[in-house]
């Protein structure tokens, strides 16, 4: 009984002022070099604050040439995203994430890296369409035994974001 009640104070949380939502959009990576590619991606967005969200990523597909990865429920990226309340059905928000990414196949690497951007939502009744860019991954790499790569691809990314009620 006391698991029950736990479970229906933890979903009254999420649920009410502050809530859950699922989004589903497409990304352009890499935006500046020859290297671009599209990506899929799927994330949960949980408001904890009026202000302030966390977003975790629950799908990502790599459309491009080397892609060799699907990332499925591992929310290996996380996002901060600091909303600036505006009176309107337009709400922009400050994007600030970290990355992480370990492969135990034959080079043995390792990724991780921060993010940061911009973005913007508007709520159409049921469901927001959102845009967003920004430098992603100011990534640090390590393969075997060789160190750290900088880099600081620009992405842009479209979607939508659905409410769900708990």
Avoid: H
């Avoid at 994330?43 to 977003?55: F, K, M, Q, T």
């Avoid at 591992?74 to 492969?103: E, H």
């Amino acid at each position: 009984m006391k698991k029950l009640f736990a479970i229906a104070i933890a979903a009254s949380m999420l649920s009410g002022l502050y809530g859950l939502s699922l989004g589903l959009g497409a990304s352009y990576e890499s935006v500046e070099d020859s290297t671009r590619y599209l990506c899929i991606k799927g994330d949960a967005r949980i408001a904890i604050l009026p202000v302030l969200d966390v977003r975790g990523e629950l799908l990502l597909v790599p459309l491009g040439e080397n892609a060799k990865a699907i990332n499925f429920g591992t929310f290996a990226g996380s996002d901060l995203l600091i909303k600036f309340p505006m009176p309107a059905a337009f709400q922009p928000y400050l994007i600030l994430g970290v990355w992480f990414n370990m492969s135990l196949e034959d080079d043995d690497s390792m990724y991780l890296g921060l993010k940061a951007g911009l973005g913007a939502e508007y709520g159409f009744g049921g469901f927001n369409a959102y845009l967003e860019g920004g430098l992603n991954r100011f990534t640090y790499t390590k393969v075997g035994d060789l160190d750290s790569e900088t880099a600081n691809p620009i992405y842009v990314q479209v979607g939508l974001t659905f409410p769900i009620e708990l």
